[in-house]
């Protein structure tokens, strides 16, 4: 196992029981918003934390990107952690047992190590670059289809970004009449672990930060996906504008996207 995916699977699990904990008294969890439609719980920080002080006995001079925190830089800049403590923060907070972390380990621009735990159900989707993906110690793949005829598709509806509601509702509904079904789950890093677990076909998202993705990135594209953005270039990581799939799959969605795409989803 690489190194740094021990400490990463450490952190990842040391947040999951921090998490676990304050789910069986959700009463006593503190909420609050820090934008639009986008609240953050006591646990957030508390799981942010245990992260952080997993990652920093073993690496003390990495940088550590966090939802919560910030940049947290050391000296040691061609290292970054970027870290969801609790992706799925409003199912959290609502009991609804479907969120988790997010702990993907940068080295120089590209992403070597990621991690995604469910909690809930004890799921741990992992993967190293070049080493391929699995789902606790299975290895998984993305699914074998060559169309979106009969695909299960996971998305979500732009809270955050409603000024695009009417083009995304226009997406969702061509992409609706030429697939099986869609989901929407509320938790970005479990749609593309999903997805390379072959329990979606394909996936797709507007909005998102880099914490959301990192780790699902790798994840998915170690497990045979492909992912891009909605011109099917490679700019999600900036532009937040995800789709994901098997190739075949990302392939269809993006031919279906553009044409329906405002300017500001063209980035």
Request: charged content about 25%.
């Amino acid at each position: 196992m690489h190194p740094m995916m021990t400490i990463a699977v450490r952190a990842a699990r040391a947040a999951g029981k921090t998490i676990m904990r304050a789910y069986q008294e959700l009463d006593q969890v503190e909420v609050s918003t820090k934008g639009l439609n986008d609240f953050v719980t006591n646990v957030d920080k508390e799981a942010e934390a245990a992260i952080t002080y997993q990652i920093r006995k073993s690496y003390p001079d990495h940088t550590i990107v966090g939802e919560e925190d910030g940049e947290n830089r050391g000296e040691n800049k061609d290292y970054m952690w970027i870290v969801d403590p609790l992706d799925g923060t409003t199912n959290f907070v609502r009991g609804i047992p479907h969120f988790a972390v997010s702990i993907a380990l940068q080295y120089k621009g590209k992403t070597e190590v990621a991690v995604i735990y469910d909690p809930v159900r004890e799921e741990l989707f992992s993967a190293t670059r070049g080493q391929g993906a699995k789902l606790n110690d299975y290895r998984i793949r993305v699914t074998n289809v060559n169309d979106l005829n009969g695909t299960i598709l996971a998305t979500a509806f732009p809270f955050k970004a409603r000024q695009h509601t009417e083009t995304y509702m226009s997406i969702i509904s061509e992409v609706f009449n030429k697939c099986g079904d869609i989901r929407r789950g509320g938790s970005a890093a479990l749609d593309l672990a999903y997805v390379a677990a072959g329990r979606m076909d394909g996936y797709f998202e507007i909005g998102l930060k880099p914490w959301d993705i990192a780790a699902g990135d790798l994840i998915c594209r170690e497990a045979g996906g492909t992912v891009t953005d909605f011109t099917g270039n490679h700019n999600y990581m900036t532009s937040g504008n995800i789709v994901a799939g098997s190739p075949k799959v990302t392939l269809n969605l993006v031919k279906t996207m553009r044409p329906l795409l405002n300017e500001g989803l063209k980035r």
